[in-house]
């Protein structure tokens, strides 16, 4: 509100904090979880994750990522994406390589029924990644690893 977060805003991230939850930035604009993550960060939250990074209302270029990464962030980049033809290989492999896959976690984020099944979407993102340069091993760590920290 009036370019502040709300009072109601720091009692979540106070509960995130004590519970040692994930925070995620769910649909807001980017701004929004700028401002989100920076409180986060501030109080000391350490889990932190910036969803739907190229999704085009709430898309991020990659220098804009880098600040979200700074505060201890990963970003999130999703299949569905690719596959409703809202943002392209190129753009995202470009962001992926720009953040590095260390502060990456992929996703399928389907399941619409105009979608493929989640895993399915998850196997043909997989294979995508893999054709298009990225590593096994990098792969791994953006869609085992990383994850796996921030639900520890």
Same mark, same amino acid.
């Given at each position: 509100e009036n370019g502040k977060l709300k009072k109601g805003v720091y009692e979540i991230l106070e509960i995130i904090k004590a519970h040692k939850m994930i925070l995620s930035a769910g649909h807001i604009s980017k701004c929004e979880a700028l401002a989100l993550f920076t409180a986060g960060n501030k109080m000391g939250i350490e889990k932190?994750?910036? &969803?739907?990074? +190229?999704l085009p209302p709430i898309f991020t270029t990659s220098e804009e990522q880098k600040k979200f990464v700074s505060l201890g962030a990963y970003i999130e980049h999703s299949y569905?994406?690719? /596959?409703? *033809? #809202?943002?392209s290989w190129e753009v995202m492999? #470009?962001?992926i390589q720009t953040i590095g896959c260390d502060h990456i @976690? @992929?996703?399928? +984020?389907? *399941?619409? /029924? &105009?979608?493929?099944?989640?895993d399915d979407g998850l196997n043909e993102f997989a294979d995508g990644l893999i054709s298009r340069g990225i590593s096994r091993g990098n792969l791994e760590k953006m869609l085992i690893a990383n994850p796996e920290t921030l639900l520890r």
């Open positions: 932190m994750i910036l &969803t739907h990074a +190229d569905y994406t690719i /596959f409703k *033809g #809202e943002t492999l #470009e962001q @976690i @992929i996703s399928s +984020d389907m *399941g619409q /029924f &105009t979608s493929p099944y989640p």
